[in-house]
């Protein structure tokens, strides 16, 4: 029998070549998806990773709720180019507590998985106030109005615990003091500062942008320069072959 008349009847009968595709399919998707139930797990583990604090996490949020991801990856590919203008090249472990991930699709402008103390906190505010003082060519809006918005954390300790439903190892009494952490992370004097480092290694407390509303409230602009300084910042990536696996 020729190869033709072998394949003739996938040809000519819809109904065995949708049977042919089904079976062609089930087999590719079982050689990839049964390994992963003989792995304990598929994100390396990484030391120095932990969850947002209640201020990094509001601060996520408004970025998220701006749509910040739109135009910015944070998403280093394991290419030289990529390497060698961001950093490190992205780990998975990076995103195991983000719900959702912020890797993005697009790069209208650079990627953020490295910006974590690249810039100051006052170039920070004048990029988001008015993009074109730092970067003339910038077409990023500007974002003033975080800075005379009051941060409204009064539901950040739910967001929490929605968030550790979810499998982000926020503790009760991490959520129980929620709001204390928040107010303590955005103060320089408060004295739950040495408490809320314990909870979150590496948190930085400061007044990120060296101003409060009217009313004395911490501002959107400072949840949002929180989540910036922090990101890449959790990893030591000395550990890591900066030349390994680059193509």
Same mark, same amino acid.
Not at 40 to 54: F, N
Not at 173 to 186: C, F, N, P, R, S
Not at 195 to 206: D, G, S, T
Not at 219 to 236: K, N
């Given at each position: 029998?020729?190869?033709?008349?072998?394949?003739?009847?996938?040809?000519?009968?819809?109904?065995?070549?949708?049977?042919?595709?089904?079976?062609?399919?089930?087999?590719?998707?079982?050689?990839?998806?049964?390994?992963?139930?003989?792995?304990?797990?598929?994100?390396?583990?990484?030391?120095?990773?932990?969850?947002?604090?209640?201020?990094?996490?509001?601060?996520?949020?408004?970025?998220?709720?701006?749509?910040?991801?739109?135009?910015?990856?944070?998403?280093?590919?394991?290419?030289?180019?990529?390497?060698?203008?961001?950093?490190?090249?992205?780990?998975?472990?990076?995103?195991?507590?983000?719900?959702?991930?912020?890797?993005?699709?697009?790069?209208?402008?650079?990627?953020?998985?490295?910006?974590?103390?690249?810039?100051?906190?006052?170039?920070?505010?004048?990029?988001?106030?008015?993009?074109?003082?730092?970067?003339?060519?910038?077409?990023?809006?500007?974002?003033?109005?975080?800075?005379?918005?009051?941060?409204?954390?009064?539901?950040?300790?739910?967001?929490?615990?929605?968030?550790?439903?979810?499998?982000?190892?926020?503790?009760?009494?991490?959520?129980? =003091? &929620?709001? /204390?952490?928040?107010?303590?992370?955005?103060?320089?004097?408060?004295?739950? $500062?040495? %408490?809320?480092? @314990?909870?979150?290694? =590496? &948190?930085? /407390?400061?007044?990120?942008?060296?101003?409060?509303?009217?009313?004395?409230? $911490?501002? %959107?602009?400072? @949840?949002?320069?929180?989540?910036?300084?922090?990101?890449?910042?959790?990893?030591?990536?000395?550990?890591?072959?900066?030349?390994?696996?680059?193509?």
């Amino acid at each position: 029998m020729s190869l033709w008349n072998r394949h003739k009847i996938f040809e000519t009968n819809s109904i065995v070549l949708l049977i042919g595709i089904l079976i062609v399919i089930s087999i590719g998707g079982l050689v990839q998806i049964v390994p992963l139930f003989y792995l304990k797990s598929t994100i390396e583990t990484v030391d120095g990773m932990r969850p947002y604090t209640p201020l990094e996490l509001a601060g996520r949020n408004i970025y998220v709720r701006e749509g910040c991801y739109l135009c910015h990856s944070q998403m280093i590919r394991s290419l030289r180019d990529e390497v060698e203008r961001y950093g490190h090249y992205s780990l998975a472990a990076e995103s195991k507590y983000d719900r959702p991930f912020q890797w993005g699709s697009k790069r209208t402008g650079p990627d953020l998985a490295r910006v974590g103390g690249k810039y100051s906190d006052e170039w920070h505010v004048d990029h988001l106030k008015n993009p074109r003082q730092v970067v003339p060519t910038s077409i990023m809006p500007g974002y003033p109005f975080l800075f005379t918005t009051p941060l409204d954390y009064r539901y950040i300790d739910a967001d929490m615990k929605v968030q550790q439903i979810e499998g982000v190892p926020y503790t009760d009494e991490m959520i129980a =003091k &929620a709001e /204390a952490d928040l107010v303590a992370q955005a103060s320089l004097d408060d004295p739950g $500062i040495d %408490e809320m480092v @314990a909870r979150y290694p =590496k &948190a930085i /407390a400061r007044k990120y942008t060296g101003t409060t509303t009217p009313s004395g409230h $911490i501002t %959107e602009g400072d @949840a949002l320069i929180a989540y910036l300084q922090m990101l890449g910042t959790l990893v030591d990536f000395k550990l890591y072959d900066n030349k390994a696996n680059i193509r």
